[in-house]
């Protein structure tokens, strides 16, 4: 997935003869702490809330403060990732995109990414996940998979968390099996470390003795 496939037309942006009134009133109407401002089809840079409110401009036009406004912005043919990397590392919730020829084209929100992050780590879809805590040096994705599918399962997300104090690191598997059971018992059988498991089935068994609990109570 590329930036272009996740821009969104919900949020406009400023033109540089805009005053600073209109601006803290957008971000408002639309819930971002940011807005891109424009001139014409050029991307002039980003404004936030706490910059106009420090410099109390509020009648002015934000082509006033263009010099002091940052530049953050992705290419639209850069893939998601990149977006991610940029969202992590300048924490603002609106990322301008620009095509080949550096022209305005939108913004992508962190609804978006949300969005994108759900589908990428397959959130939305029944199943299982299994946190496993392995050292680097043994991580074999061709094995675990191998174990996986030898359970009539799938791997429908798969990511690595480094742990930064030492050489383990966790292996976060999405299944599409609502009980993992049998997959977490071969696991612990070829000498692996469940970190941690959650089962779609198990969830459903409680909330069902729950229910059944307060059906008891109520016919007392």
């Given at each position: 997935?590329?930036?272009?496939d996740?821009?969104?037309?919900?949020?406009?942006?400023?033109?540089?003869?805009?005053?600073?009134?209109?601006?803290?009133?957008?971000?408002?109407?639309?819930?971002?702490?940011?807005?891109?401002?424009?001139?014409?089809?050029?991307?002039?840079?980003l404004?936030?809330?706490?910059?106009?409110?420090?410099?109390?401009?509020?009648?002015?036009?934000?082509?006033?403060?263009?010099?002091?406004?940052?530049?953050?912005?992705?290419?639209?043919?850069?893939?998601?990732?990149?977006?991610?990397?940029?969202?992590?590392?300048?924490?603002?919730?609106v990322?301008?995109?620009?095509?080949?020829?550096?022209?305005?084209?939108?913004?992508?929100?962190?609804?978006?990414?949300?969005?994108?992050?759900?589908?990428?780590?397959?959130?939305?879809?029944?199943?299982?996940?299994?946190?496993?805590?392995?050292?680097?040096?043994?991580?074999?994705?061709?094995?675990?998979?191998?174990?996986?599918?030898?359970n009539?399962?799938?791997?429908?997300?798969?990511?690595?968390t480094?742990?930064?104090?030492?050489?383990?690191?966790?292996?976060?598997?999405?299944?599409n099996?609502?009980?993992?059971?049998?997959?977490?018992?071969?696991?612990?059988?070829?000498?692996?470390?469940?970190?941690?498991?959650?089962?779609?089935?198990?969830?459903?068994?409680?909330?069902?003795?729950?229910?059944?609990?307060?059906?008891?109570?109520?016919n007392?």
């Open positions: 997935m590329l930036a272009r996740l821009i969104s037309n919900d949020v406009p942006p400023l033109k540089v003869t805009d005053n600073a009134k209109k601006a803290l009133e957008w971000m408002d109407d639309f819930k971002v702490t940011r807005l891109p401002v424009v001139d014409r089809t050029t991307y002039v840079g404004v936030s809330d706490v910059e106009l409110l420090d410099l109390n401009i509020t009648e002015d036009s934000i082509g006033k403060i263009k010099r002091l406004l940052s530049k953050p912005f992705v290419y639209e043919y850069q893939h998601a990732y990149d977006v991610l990397r940029l969202y992590a590392t300048s924490k603002i919730d990322i301008p995109v620009l095509d080949a020829k550096e022209h305005y084209t939108g913004v992508i929100t962190n609804v978006q990414l949300l969005n994108f992050l759900s589908t990428l780590t397959a959130a939305q879809e029944p199943g299982s996940i299994i946190v496993l805590e392995i050292n680097q040096r043994d991580y074999a994705l061709s094995q675990i998979a191998q174990i996986a599918e030898s009539g399962a799938k791997i429908i997300s798969l990511f690595l480094p742990n930064l104090d030492s050489t383990n690191m966790e292996v976060t598997l999405k299944l099996l609502l009980n993992a059971s049998p997959v977490i018992q071969t696991f612990e059988r070829f000498g692996y470390t469940i970190k941690a498991s959650f089962s779609q089935a198990n969830s459903t068994n409680n909330l069902q003795e729950r229910y059944d609990s307060l059906m008891h109570y109520l007392l």
